[in-house]
């Protein structure tokens, strides 16, 4: 709804209601998951976030009866099978017992809520910093960060993108890489690879290694273009 609103000005989001759930958790008005577990306080806070979310989005159509017989089946569940723990205590507990723990992020650097390109971002942590802020895992625990990276730039919805390529390279990137969104499907703008980016997610991440992935997407191109820095009122910005 407010990504329709907002008409050209649209930043391209997956329009799968994301936004309004982190809205709504930075609101103070959102429902968690442990409320599943006590169906009539459930019931309570449920009418109190409909109402909010009336007031806040101007939706005065919505099916509580069907979202409610779903949700009620989720809290039998969830209560039955024990499927809610105290997360702190879990991964503390895997730490200090010696396990290893593998965190992988969902989405891209410039993405990030804090040092993505705003507004064109996601609506949580991509960096490294999610760990801590997702899992609970305090920082001293993080023993390795491994960055995952294209040999090509990639960009799904709006927001600036340098090096963008609009032309048979750039939609043989996007045919040959398969590049299309992971939620929606959509068609992903394909590039060359931008430095600029790779080195402000090692300065931003603390990368102790890099993978660079999908080299082979380039076979056949006879030129393959790198950005190194960008250019701005004739001044020339390093990266």
Request: include cysteine.
């Amino acid at each position: 709804m407010l990504e329709l609103q907002k008409g050209k000005a649209a930043i391209g989001t997956t329009k799968r209601g994301i936004g309004p759930t982190y809205a709504s958790k930075a609101l103070r008005i959102g429902l968690r998951m442990g409320d599943l577990q006590d169906w009539s306080k459930f019931l309570e806070k449920y009418t109190t976030f409909i109402k909010e979310l009336s007031y806040l989005y101007r939706i005065d159509n919505f099916d509580t009866k069907k979202e409610l017989d779903e949700l009620r089946i989720l809290s039998e569940r969830i209560r039955k099978d024990k499927m809610i723990i105290d997360s702190i205590e879990y991964m503390s507990g895997a730490i200090s017992g010696g396990k290893r723990i593998i965190a992988e992020g969902a989405n891209a650097t410039m993405l990030d809520m804090d040092f993505g390109t705003y507004p064109y971002i996601t609506s949580s942590s991509t960096t490294v910093g999610g760990v801590c802020t997702g899992l609970g895992v305090p920082p001293k625990a993080i023993e390795t960060t491994i960055g995952i990276m294209k040999a090509y730039t990639t960009r799904v919805g709006g927001g600036p993108f340098p090096t963008e390529l609009l032309d048979e390279i750039g939609a043989r990137l996007q045919k040959v890489g398969f590049e299309f969104g992971a939620t929606t499907g959509r068609p992903r703008r394909c590039g060359w690879l931008d430095l600029n980016v790779v080195k402000f997610s090692n300065k931003l991440n603390g990368l102790t290694s890099i993978n660079m992935t999908k080299l082979d997407v380039l076979t056949g191109v006879k030129k393959i273009k790198v950005a190194t820095n960008y250019s701005l009122d004739g001044r020339t910005l390093n990266g």
